[in-house]
């Protein structure tokens, strides 16, 4: 199993920056896809960023695309998520997830992450 924790979520205007890290223990986090979900109040968990397993392939969602920068960082088993420009639209409980199978690319669905954080609070204030 791997643990994962979130952290560096908040309390921010709109337009303002906040960067998410997402620590992992427990097995070699190299050896997973990496992903950040994000749940609003009311609403189903959806998908935001992934990345693959070297860093080389990272996919977006189009409501974050050209705004958010998802990058990990092996060696400290660490996984980020840099938010600019950030909207009220982007408030909600953002978690990231670690994907054990062998996928080339980052995958979108829920289902084919397997390890999930406990969730990080983001809010964005107009």
């Known amino acids: 199993q791997v643990q994962l924790v979130e952290s560096g979520g908040g309390l921010v205007q709109a337009g303002g920056s906040l960067r998410l890290s997402c620590a992992a223990s427990?097995?070699?986090?190299?050896?997973?896809?990496m992903g950040w979900f994000r749940q609003a109040p009311g609403k189903e968990r959806e998908f935001v960023a992934g990345?693959?397993?070297?860093?080389?392939?990272?996919d977006y969602a189009d409501s974050v695309k050209d705004r958010f920068t998802i990058s990990r960082d092996n060696a400290k088993n660490t996984e980020y998520l840099q938010m600019n420009s950030l909207k009220p639209e982007d408030t909600g409980v953002y978690y990231c997830?670690?994907?054990?199978?062998?996928?080339?690319?980052?995958?979108?669905?829920?289902?084919?992450?397997?390890?999930w954080g406990q969730g990080t609070q983001v809010t964005v204030s107009s």
């Open positions: 427990g097995r070699t986090f190299s050896q997973f896809i």
């Open positions: 997830a670690a994907d054990e199978h062998y996928h080339d690319n980052p995958q979108r669905g829920l289902g084919a992450y397997d390890y």
């Open positions: 990345i693959n397993r070297s860093g080389g392939s990272v």
